[in-house]
């Protein structure tokens, strides 16, 4: 393990743990932003520290959706996902589709609300087609009470994060540190929390907690459960290596967006979350922040990257066309 004293930052090399504490000073930020560089050209994954969010937020965030998901199925039932209203999934696709990949469903359930699902229903259609998620409106649980105050200061929360790394991911890019901000002004990014109950049963041939895929925006903030496993990030051709969960820690990694953005500089890595062994009847919940540009937002490989002969170049896309295809495959 290495230790670098001048960005505070851990490294085991393939998933770095970076602590974000000194993100409030220009050379912290310049550091920092090295460390995000090195870490996005290699794996797409990292793990950060002293990003500032308390602890005991984030139980309590954990503690009121574990108590939804606990409740008996009819009472989850009534904020079920339905054309146009997002919420609660009993099984959350099969995320391999998304590659191309046939596999069962994913063992996994799910509760998703997006920035953009408080909007009038006019203003929400006006956003994409009907895979396009943040078309969807929010809905809420009745209980426990308190859920959709702490669902929404988590999203504030998450946006202020991300918004924050975008800027970093600036620096590292030698762009200005503002020049994703105008990106973002009416993004519909979402939280998409992960159940997966307790195995009782034995898989299906090839079935995951969440099969092989890689995440389609531009990053993914994700709070894991402390000890439980699972999460697992390709390295290599074949070389599955697990994402041990830091108490307090946050796992970051860039989607498709952000490669595409860096002509493929920067790295949307393969990951899954395999299912537990036969004797292991513990349950898990992830908690993901999918942080995604405006809708019709472009997106093509940036002004440093477009002369480099390393890089691949990319058509241009626009958000929706990128998300709204992946989606569709994901749930058909
Ligand atoms: O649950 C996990 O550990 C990861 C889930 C994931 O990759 C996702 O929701 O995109
Ligand atoms: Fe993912």
Known sequence: MHVDRATVTVADGFVPVIDLSSRNTVE????????????????????????????????????????????????????AHRPGVSGFRRTGGSTAHSLDQQTPPDLCEAFSVHATGELSEEERRKLGNEWATWTLANIWPENPPEFRKVWQEYMTA??????????????????DETFFDDKFDHHGSSIAVNYYPPQLTPPLPGQWRRGPHTDFGSLTILYQEDNRGGLQVLQGE???????AIPGSFVVNIGDLMALWTGGRWVSTMHRVVTPQPDDTSSRLTIPYFYLPNHDASIEPMRPFTDSPAVERFDTVTVSEWVSRKVQKIFS
Request: one cysteine or more.
């Open 28 to 79: 912290g930020r310049a550091a920092l932003a090295r460390a995000i560089d090195a870490a996005c050209t290699g794996s797409g994954f990292f793990v950060i520290v002293g990003h500032g969010i308390p602890q005991d937020f984030i139980d309590r965030m954990f503690t009121v959706t574990y108590e939804f998901f606990r409740l008996p199925d009819e009472e989850k039932e009534r904020v």
């Open 238 to 244: 074949d070389d599955w290596r697990d994402v041990c």
């Open 158 to 175: 998450m946006g202020e994060l991300a918004a924050d790394l975008m800027r970093l991911f600036a620096i590292a890019l030698d762009l």
